[in-house]
């Protein structure tokens, strides 16, 4: 193997903020380095220097030896370097093929585009490489996974050789977790050089042949994954350890909050998305909702929010039945709600942060006396939000839309535990947030729980489930298949019920 | 069962093979109810080759502005200016084919449209200027400086401020052989043979070389939007400019052609209302007809042959309001047969929710025909606007406007 990439003292300033300092990376040619980093740490930027979207202020990049230059993607591009992004770049509403060709089209004279010489080429690199594409299906129709293969697919066709996936994990479900890194070992075995950037620390050891961890700003180490472990992974990337399960010594009490009994729900086109469901959460108990994506986990939250009405069964908080009850009055009987998607359903992205505090609470006191909002109580409490959470931002006055996605989160989870509501309903709570943030927000439902919340916690995440939930129920396709505890189960149980087994 | 249906009906090669036939089938029924009411009402003129050919006049500048306005939104942006830039073409038209006679008035329209079609394109890309404001104020400067200008130039030469003098007729073609023959097969009053012909009749008799050369537009838009890389990048503006700009296109250069292909669209349409459909320029011509080209965008599911589809509902429309009120009356029975068969077919084939809907509609729209003797002229230009909401409340799911129409765009500063 020869050194393909080698980043020398890179640094990059932007007003205010040195985002690289003193970096310095090499890659070698064929395989699977992985950049790990707290949200923050450069790796963005480093990105964007290696793909050509922005220059570096001075150190160096060498390829193959050569010091290159780039202006901008399509100079990278050229010299075999090309970015698969996190958030697709793809269009819905145009095929495969389309998307790929962008750019690079084949073209004869007059401009016309050869759709069968391009067609040809891209079934050839997904039958040479293994990347299951069809080329006239349109984007819209395809799943997260199928899009991810063809924007790996797109740079292949314009004839990357090293490959940047941004988070490639980070939007799929384990099975396309699993098939997209058979993919990659298909790509480094044609001789192709893959670098991928993740925070899950298992897929890089399991995955990469090398790591550089950044940290800060700058490369603080370069490990090999079989001297390497989670700890000390996670020691370089924090300078700490990882969070800890709280006190679990109390034990939830028996006192239902949240009860959910033979509750049923179809779709409408009288398909069965929840199907007999019942459980129950009391107070002072995390209960953990396991399952694959797609598997009814945003119905149920949706139907204990109010947003879709239920068929069959009932819902009660602390007796009180609220299956008639719109979302605004069952979140006024004290509920919280951490929604999925933090920047559509959590936050109003351009407006400052101490509106984003008066979301869902614009009826209940502090905030409100019932008809005027109180401007100031929401200056006041959005201050002690930032404050108990850390938040790190210059103001309350700034838009939602400046801070990170780990401080964006945890703005959110303060809100909702405002005011101690009775239950808190958490779906993918550090879904995409750096390990700081993470352990922040689990010692917080941690807390909650101790003080006698009831929390309902959705994840996909089997640290965050297993390290935090009293008890986990398992969610396949609408049904409650299996209600675990988490102390004694093992990964073979959790598997077959997440595949829809009745254990 | 459905999910099945749909799956086979979306297949490539289904739908190329069934679409045509269907589009056959649809005629050939729309010719026989036509026949029949004319038989029942003896209302002659709704299948005469005059109400054809009126049909066909007033479609073209319908289909100019919707074809402008599709390929302003395939870009990204929406055009709502495509009314004042057809007043511009009117009144260019007129005024170079008065001088230099028709096809150069076309042509100073054509070039003139996209003048103000990259003035919208400079406002609203490079400034950032909200798009619908851009639009309104060149509506509004186009009426003014058209009836500014026709008064200085437009007295001392026959007109007056509202009226151009009389231009040269565009040259027209009557095919030989077949007008006679089908002109003569109209007047044997055979049932729908009759017909048939009355209304083919109005498409080859006395058609102006310029309704051949725009009709041309539909293919060729087709055509340079999905086959060629121009096409490609550009509709890559609407869906996804962050992901265009990735790979290299110039988003900003894209949306000023396609705003000045848009601008030449709907001004050549103007050009063909006071240089074809009269031989005037006359204040107040287009009457609304650059809104309703947007209309027929919609309508039209963003693309070209939609637009047509969307232009001809509208120009059926504008033509009848034109003739006999005796039409408009027969025209509604047409809608109630044409509402009583989709009723009969939506039971048979156990699509109860829309065949109770359609049932309510046509009955209600039998209760006007046999209760008002003669439908007011508002209201029959009133119903291609209706159509169009009923499209947008029925198949909202299945229109696929660009993602990203009407989002401003900024392109990336060189140093991030």
């Known amino acids: ?61 060498l390829i193959n030896g050569k010091k290159v230059s780039f202006k901008s993607p399509q100079d990278a591009m050229e010299l075999g370097v090309g970015m698969v992004h996190q958030h697709f770049m793809l269009a819905d509403n145009a095929t495969v093929l389309e998307n790929v060709i962008l750019g690079s089209e084949p073209t004869s004279t007059g401009g016309v585009i050869q759709f069968e010489a391009a067609r040809i080429k891209l079934l050839e690199i997904a039958e040479k490489y293994g990347l299951n594409v069809r080329p ?8 997260i996974g199928e899009r991810q293969r063809v924007e790996i697919a797109k740079v292949l066709y314009k004839g990357a050789k090293i490959l940047i996936l ?4 980070a939007v799929l479900v384990p099975q396309e977790v699993k098939a997209l890194f058979e993919n990659l070992k298909e790509l480094t075995s044609h001789g192709l050089t893959i670098i991928f950037i ?7 050891l399991a995955m990469a042949n090398s790591i550089t961890v950044m940290r800060s700003g700058t490369t603080v180490a370069s490990v090999e994954p079989k001297n390497t472990n989670k700890g000390e992974l996670a020691k370089l990337m924090v300078g700490g350890e990882l969070p800890k399960r709280g006190d679990t010594s109390t034990k939830p009490s028996d006192e239902p909050v949240l009860s959910l009994s033979h509750v049923s729900c179809l779709a409408p086109d009288q398909r069965e998305i929840l199907s007999d469901v019942s459980l129950t959460v009391h107070k002072g108990e995390i209960l953990g909702i396991a399952g694959v994506a797609g598997n009814g986990q945003s119905e149920l939250i949706e139907t204990i929010m109010g947003l879709i009405k239920i068929d069959s069964g009932t819902i009660t908080i602390l007796n009180v039945d609220i299956s008639a009850l719109t979302s605004r009055e069952i979140r006024d009987s004290g509920v919280g709600y951490i929604p999925q998607d933090r920047q559509r359903d959590g936050l109003l992205m351009m407006a400052p942060l101490w509106e984003n505090r008066i979301l869902g609470h614009q009826s209940t006191p502090p905030i409100s006396n019932g008809f005027w909002v109180n401007k100031s109580a929401a200056k006041i409490d959005s201050e002690r939000i930032v404050k108990e959470l850390d938040v790190r931002t210059p103001s309350i006055n700034v838009m939602a839309a400046a801070l990170s996605g780990g401080n964006q989160q945890k703005f959110i989870v303060g809100r909702e535990m ?3 509501p009775n239950l808190l309903i958490a779906s993918q709570p550090t879904r995409g947030v750096d390990v700081g943030a993470q352990s922040l927000i689990w010692n917080k439902l941690i807390e909650a729980r101790l003080s006698g919340m009831a929390i309902l916690l959705i994840s996909s995440d089997l640290d965050e489930l297993f390290n935090l939930s009293d008890r986990l129920a398992v969610i396949s396709k609408g049904k409650i298949v299996a209600v675990l505890d988490p102390e004694t189960t093992t990964p073979e149980q959790l598997g077959l019920a997440m595949t829809g087994e009745k254990i | 069962m459905t999910d099945l249906l749909n799956s086979f009906l979306r297949n490539r090669w289904v739908r190329k093979i069934a679409s045509p036939s269907r589009f056959t089938l649809f005629v050939v029924a729309l010719l026989i109810i036509v026949s029949t009411v004319r038989r029942i009402t003896g209302a002659a ?26 390929w302003a939104e395939r870009s990204g942006v929406i055009n709502i200016g495509l009314e004042g830039m057809m007043i511009a073409g009117t009144w260019l038209g007129a005024w170079f084919a008065f001088i230099y006679g028709p096809w150069v008035g076309f042509l100073a329209a054509a070039i003139g449209g996209a003048v103000i079609g990259l003035f919208h394109g400079i406002l609203v890309v490079r400034i950032g200027i909200d798009q619908a404001v851009s639009g309104l104020a060149i509506n509004i400067l186009a009426l003014g400086a058209a009836r ?39 007047d044997k009053n055979i049932f729908l043979l009759s017909d048939g012909a009355g209304i083919l009749s109005g498409f080859v008799t006395e058609i102006s070389y310029a309704t051949i050369l725009l009709l041309l537009a539909v293919p060729l838009s087709t055509w340079i939007l999905w086959k060629t890389k121009f096409g490609l990048r550009l509709r890559f503006c609407g869906e996804n400019p962050v992901a265009a700009e990735s790979l290299g296109v110039k988003v900003y250069r894209m949306r000023y052609m396609a705003l000045a292909i848009s601008g030449m669209f709907a001004s050549v349409g103007g050009a063909y209302l006071s240089l074809v459909a009269s031989q005037v320029y006359r204040e107040g011509q287009t009457g609304g007809r650059g809104f309703i080209g947007l209309a027929t965008v919609i309508f039209g599911n963003w693309r070209p042959s ?43 084939t156990g699509r109860m929710k829309h065949g109770v809907r359609a049932l309510m509609a046509t009955s209600f729209i039998g209760l006007i025909y046999l209760t008002v003797p003669e439908i007011p002229r508002e209201f029959v230009s009133f119903f291609p606007n209706l159509a169009t909401i009923l499209v947008l409340v029925l198949l909202a799911q299945r229109l696929k406007p660009p993602a990203m129409l009407a989002v401003p765009y900024r392109e990336r500063e060189e140093t991030e």
Do not use: C
């Open chain 1, 1 to 61: 193997m020869s050194t393909i990439i080698d980043v020398q003292g890179i640094e990059k300033k932007y007003p205010g903020v040195i985002a690289n300092y003193d970096v310095n990376l090499k890659i070698e040619s064929g395989e699977i380095h992985a950049i790990i980093g707290e949200n923050g740490a450069g790796k963005s930027t480093l990105m964007k220097i290696l793909y050509g979207l922005v220059a570096p202020d001075s150190g160096r990049v």
């Open chain 1, 136 to 143: 006239d299906q349109l984007v819209s129709e395809l799943g």
């Open chain 1, 166 to 169: 941004d988070e490639p994990t």
């Open chain 1, 198 to 204: 993740s925070h899950k620390l298992d897929e890089v």
């Open chain 1, 418 to 420: 405002s005011g101690d």
């Open chain 2, 45 to 70: 003129d709704i299948t005469s080759a005059g109400l054809s050919g009126a049909t066909l006049r007033f479609t073209i500048p319908l289909l100019m502005a919707g074809l402008g306005g599709l």
């Open chain 2, 148 to 186: 500014y200008l026709s008064g200085i130039l437009f007295p001392s030469r026959g007109g007056d401020i509202s009226l151009s003098p009389v231009v040269e007729q565009t040259p027209t073609l009557t095919v030989p052989g077949i007008s006679p023959l089908l002109g003569s097969i109209a």
């Open chain 2, 306 to 348: 939609g637009v047509l589809a969307g232009s001809v509902l509208f120009g059926v429309t504008d033509a009848l309001r034109i003739r006999q009120p005796t039409s408009i009356h027969a025209a509604l029975l047409v809608v109630i047969i044409a509402g009583s068969i989709y009723v009969i077919w939506a039971f048979a």
